[in-house]
């Protein structure tokens, strides 16, 4: 099911009318698809995903805390932005609404600089591909997930923890590589199917210190594909600076790290859309993770 955006969400400090030097995001941002913009966003008011995975729920939930400290953040080049609305799993199955959200995704990439997926359980990841190879039937799309797990599982039905077993499968020109990986976080089974598949995987421990080495890697990576999808689950962050996830991290990457993972991914200009996933305004502190995320949309931006 699909539902507008109450735009009475996006308000912030008003610093002046007419002078956009001085605008914020929230005096930039509207719903109307005709008017031309640079930047969208797309909701996926899910966590049906993650009930189904044995996970904590209410990420669907999320959305309206991330929209909120979006809002009042410095537009700082005067860009524009639309807010498409949400999609939410009711009266119908996780894989149908994960379709229709497919369906919107291919329709409006190419009319954006960037398109903001939010999520919404991690099972945003494999609607968000839906989309991307309805729009790019014929070409390679690699996958980077900054995720603590694999989120490869095999079950019958959709999960927050099957989008990429989902997406290996689907026999098409796909690779995939996870940053963050937590030993703890994942069986052995997990890890032998990686092995299995080929994934291309860094360990949480292995991105403290130097990054050098992460980054070739993340470039030689994108080399190979035509595409890239880009996902963040906001559980590979440690829960001193992201408490309000499904799955809170120990041993977690810091902020400074996934966004040196982010700006590595977005200067080879072969992505056009990112997901941001597991955010659960539950169990947030003070807006931490929600103002968190805002500020990785924004680093993305400007």
């Not at 369906?103 to 099972?123: E, N, P, Q, S, Y």
């Not at 993340?218 to 190979?224: N, R, W």
């Amino acid at each position: 099911m699909f539902r507008q955006t109450d735009m009475s969400i996006w308000q912030g400090r008003l610093d002046h009318e007419s002078d956009n030097s001085h605008f914020r995001i929230f005096q930039s941002i509207h719903n109307n698809p005709d008017i031309a913009s640079d930047y969208a966003i797309l909701g996926y008011a899910i966590d049906e995903g993650v009930r189904l995975n044995k996970g904590r729920i209410g990420a669907k939930q999320g959305l309206e805390a991330i929209r909120r400290a979006f809002a009042n953040l410095p537009n700082l080049s005067d860009r524009q932005f639309i807010d498409y609305g949400n999609y939410y799993c009711e009266d119908e199955s996780l894989l149908d609404v994960q379709k229709q959200f497919g369906d919107k995704v291919a329709d409006i990439l190419h009319k954006h600089k960037m398109t903001f997926l939010i999520g919404g359980g991690h099972d945003i990841a494999y609607a968000q591909y839906l989309g991307m190879r309805k729009l790019y039937p014929n070409d390679s799309i690699g996958v980077i997930n900054i995720d603590a797990h694999f989120d490869t599982r095999h079950e019958e039905y959709p999960t927050s923890g099957t989008s990429f077993s989902y997406i290996l499968e689907d026999g098409h020109n796909n690779g995939y590589l996870v940053l963050g990986i937590q030993r703890a976080g994942n069986t052995k089974a997990l890890f032998e199917y990686a092995e299995q598949k080929n994934i291309d995987y860094v360990l949480a421990d292995d991105l403290q210190g130097n990054m050098n080495s992460v980054i070739e890697k993340i470039d030689s990576f994108i080399e190979q594909y035509d595409h890239i999808l880009l996902t963040l689950c906001m559980d590979v962050i440690d829960s001193a600076y992201a408490p309000g996830v499904s799955a809170p991290a120990v041993f977690g990457l810091t902020p400074f790290q996934v966004n040196t993972i982010l700006q590595t991914v977005m200067k080879s200009e072969k992505v056009n859309n990112f997901s941001i996933a597991e955010m659960n305004p539950e169990y947030d502190n003070d807006q931490r993770t929600a103002k968190l995320i805002a500020q990785i949309m924004h680093r993305t931006i400007f």
